[in-house]
């Protein structure tokens, strides 16, 4: 893996994505994932106040109105939440790329900073950042992490002391140009080192047309259109690769995940992974990802959205809604003796 030479690798066999995602009949089976809806507890909490106050909800300070979901305890706990649903999804594993004992690591947008406290906690030989808009992060971390307030579509001063692994999740919604902040990871990492991206294709599908017509399609139409016009990318899951390569990734990977939303499926695991995406979005997620979108963007009413996000909640719920969701885990290698061409600047 670590040859110059390497050519991007094949698709792997996908992760987990099969072409029917079979129904759970059996309804009454379902009182753990009732409980588990119900019971989740925030283990974070926010300790800077000076943020815009829009619509009940409270946004970042830093950068204003370059992100356009919220930054309260209310998102902290969603994305505490998503977090035990990413780990679910990947078999426990925190990312896929075949790192060794890497020293200098930097998990961009870290939200909540999970994922950067669990990847210090697993490697502390490792020095590890998170950065984001956001200072959201716990004060009690462990000696090896720590975080920065910073944009990463910005111009990056990382390249005079690159990282053995940059890693980035979820960045739909937040990011206007993903094939120039690839390209600069490209050249903050070092030559050998890994790069991965964790995404989704925000287009919610089912495979029995039972999606069709409901609330929870009009949601995501509607606010993906209002992304749109804000200039975000609702669905870089699929196009990773292409921004990989063309960024000079070698060794490059990708596997494909399912998300349903809700406990329909029958596979215990399916059903799991789509709990806690049933339990974010209760969790006043489709509030949070919508409000500032659709108001500030399409000039929606607070009241109109609101109609909108219970209506997409309430459609969840039901059993015979079969919805789901495609995540890309992509992650490619820096070459040992990278070409000149790739130095460019991160625009070109
Ligand atoms: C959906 S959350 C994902 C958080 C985290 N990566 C995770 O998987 O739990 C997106 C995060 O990106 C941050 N963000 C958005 N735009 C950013 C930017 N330009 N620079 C740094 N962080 C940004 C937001 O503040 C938010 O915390």
């Known amino acids: ?46 300790s800077v106040l000076d943020y815009r106050h829009e619509n009940g909800r409270r946004y970042h300070k830093f950068r204003d109105g370059s992100y356009l979901l919220p930054n309260d305890e209310t998102e902290s706990d969603r994305l505490d939440m998503l977090h035990e649903m990413f780990l679910t999804l990947l078999h426990g594993k925190l990312y896929l790329a075949p790192i060794e004992r890497p020293q200098r690591v930097i ?23 998170g950065c984001d808009l956001s200072p959201i992060q716990p004060t009690m971390v462990p000696p090896n992490v720590k975080f920065l307030v910073d944009d990463i579509e910005s111009e990056w001063v990382y390249e005079r002391n690159p990282f053995d692994f940059i890693h980035a999740r979820f960045l739909a919604v937040s990011i206007r140009d993903f094939g120039r ?11 050998g080192g890994w790069v991965e991206f964790q995404d989704w294709d925000g287009n919610p599908y089912s495979e029995d047309d039972s999606l069709e017509g409901t ?6 139409d509607e606010i993906h259109g209002a992304f749109a016009k804000a ?9 990773l690769e292409q921004w990989f390569k063309e960024a000079g990734f070698v060794n490059i990977h990708v596997e494909k995940f399912v998300i349903p939303y809700g406990v329909w499926p029958k596979d215990p695991y399916l059903k799991k992974v789509g709990a806690w995406c049933q339990i974010q979005g209760e969790a006043s997620g489709f509030e949070g990802a919508a409000l500032a979108a659709l108001t500030r963007y399409k000039q929606w009413s607070k009241e109109e959205v609101i109609l909108l996000a219970s209506q997409a909640r309430a459609d969840g719920r039901k059993r015979d809604i079969h919805s789901l969701f495609d995540f890309y885990v992509v992650y490619g290698q820096r070459p040992e003796n990278q070409p000149r061409w790739n130095l460019g600047q991160a625009s070109s």
Not at 231 to 239: A, F, L, S, T
Request: aromatic share 10%.
């Open 1 to 46: 893996m670590t040859d110059s030479s390497a050519q991007e690798q094949a698709i792997t066999p996908t992760a987990n994505a099969s072409a029917n995602v079979e129904v759970d009949n059996s309804y009454e089976n379902d009182s753990a994932y009732g409980d588990e809806l119900s019971s989740y507890s925030a283990s974070l909490t926010s």
């Open 107 to 129: 998990d961009l947008a870290t939200g909540t900073g999970l994922w950067a406290i669990d990847f210090a906690d697993e490697n502390p030989q490792a020095e590890v950042i």
């Open 181 to 191: 902040l690839i390209k600069q990871c490209y050249r903050s990492v070092k030559p």
């Open 215 to 220: 609330g929870l399609q009009r949601y995501y």
């Open 231 to 239: 200039g975000y990318d609702v669905c870089p899951g699929p196009k």
